[in-house]
Every structure is written in structure tokens, then in C-alpha cells.
């Protein structure tokens, strides 16, 4: 959405990485993590849950990271259940 690209001053942003047209998808993702080019960014929805089908769970933050600057020191891909501690919208 259009209002995303407005948003600024972002230390984290969760990165949506569905494949679902009811969420930002690839080419949105893509958009507001470029746009917020100093935020850590957390991909979700993907790999919740084991269903093929459902594009809303079967996202690949690979297809979002390979589109963003920067993503190989800003993007964070975790495990299920792995911890992540941020102070000051970075990393400890």
C-alpha cells in the first residue's frame, strides 16, 4: 500500500514474505524494505506451518532478501522458536 512507503525512522520491520494476494507479496516486501533502507528486517509468514497449499504460509524471504539492498547485513531469518535480542534496532 502507498501508506507503507510514507512510514519512516524504522529500527526493525517484519517483513512479510507471503505468497498470499491478501498480503504485500514479493514485490510489496521488496518496496517497504528498500524504502526503509537502515531497518533490521524479520521476515514472517513462512514456514509456520507444513502446508503446501496455502500460499499464505509458503512464503520464501529468499525471493524478497535477493531484491533488497543491503539485505546480507540487515536481514535476520530465523529458525522456529529462536530467540533474537534487538536493543537500539540492532542485533545483540
Do not use: W
Amino acid at each position: 500500500m502507498e501508506e507503507h512507503l510514507l512510514i519512516k525512522d524504522v529500527d526493525v520491520l517484519a517483513v512479510d514474505s507471503s505468497y498470499d494476494h491478501y498480503h504485500l507479496g514479493v514485490a510489496g516486501a521488496t518496496a517497504l524494505s528498500n524504502s526503509l533502507s537502515k531497518a533490521l528486517l524479520i521476515p514472517y509468514h513462512y514456514g509456520t506451518y507444513d502446508e503446501p497449499s496455502n500460499s499464505a504460509y509458503c512464503g520464501d524471504p529468499a525471493n524478497v532478501f535477493e531484491k533488497v539492498a543491503s539485505s546480507e547485513t540487515r536481514a535476520k531469518i530465523l529458525g522456529p522458536g529462536q530467540p533474537l535480542s534487538i536493543k537500539n534496532g540492532r542485533e545483540c
